[in-house]
């Protein structure tokens, strides 16, 4: 199976603030990397597909790079309601694997 | 509105059974894989299953091979989990899932989540 390591498990930031999270694969999955945001009692919510498509309805501040085995999701200004937990997903392959979470908390 | 609603979770003995349903609404599920994916809480979100659109395929993680079986009611919009010989760590949050080939198989539905509790 493709592990996927995300960094960091939890992060402190204020409002205004530029954050990057990472993910890492075991091996190459092209662009298949694909990035949610999750809070307490709301269903987990796609942000990003294919390491850098933003999905329809999602705010321009959030966008994804990177291709093979380094990725990330950049908040470029974060707001009230970005504080969350958000977390990665791999669809390389059909024994989809995820991150273990990033949860982002107000300094 | 799209919507999945999960349902069926509960606390139940070691050993024991236990079937999980997904409602889904919105859109046309007999054209979508589904999918269930489980969380212990604190920790990481781990693929369990999936169903092919027409329930022609069925796939599964290792650790739930032989125990769980995922089925699909096209007619009824429901995706189903079957749970047998249930262990302790099969303990988690258990959420239904739907992915959209357009956006690299994403999963962008899911619901809300059923617990399933697997203890004495």
């Known amino acids: 199976d493709i592990q996927m390591t995300q960094s960091p498990s939890s992060l402190s930031a204020s409002v205004g603030d530029r954050v990057t999270i990472t993910c890492r694969a075991s091996?190459?999955?092209?662009?298949?990397l694909n990035w949610f945001q999750h809070k307490p009692g709301k269903t987990p919510k796609l942000l990003i597909f294919?390491?850098?498509s933003l999905q329809s309805g999602v705010p321009s501040r959030f966008s994804g790079s990177g291709s093979g085995t380094d990725f990330t999701l950049t908040i470029s200004s974060l707001q009230p309601e970005d504080f969350a937990t958000y977390f990665c997903?791999?669809?390389?392959?059909?024994?989809?694997?995820f991150g273990q979470g990033t949860k982002l908390e107000i300094k | 509105e799209v919507q999945l609603v999960e349902s069926g979770g509960g606390l139940v003995q070691p050993g024991g059974s236990l079937r999980l349903s997904c409602a889904a609404s919105?859109?046309?599920?007999?054209?979508?894989?589904m999918h269930w994916v489980r969380q212990v809480p604190g920790k990481g979100r781990v693929w369990v299953s999936s169903?092919?659109?027409?329930?022609?395929?069925?796939i599964y993680d290792d650790s739930v091979k032989g125990r769980f079986t995922i089925s699909r009611d096209n007619a009824k919009t429901t995706l189903y989990l079957q749970m047998n010989s249930l262990r302790a760590e099969d303990t988690a949050v258990y959420y239904c899932?739907?992915?959209?080939?357009?956006?690299?198989?994403?999963?962008?539905?899911w619901g809300q989540g059923t617990m399933v509790t697997v203890s004495s």
């Open positions: 091996q190459s999955i092209s662009s298949y």
């Open positions: 919105g859109f046309t599920f007999g054209s979508y894989r």
């Open positions: 899932a739907r992915d959209e080939p357009m956006a690299a198989g994403a999963f962008d539905i």
């Open positions: 294919g390491a850098s």
């Open positions: 169903i092919y659109s027409d329930g022609s395929r069925t």
């Open positions: 997903q791999q669809t390389y392959t059909a024994l989809y694997t």
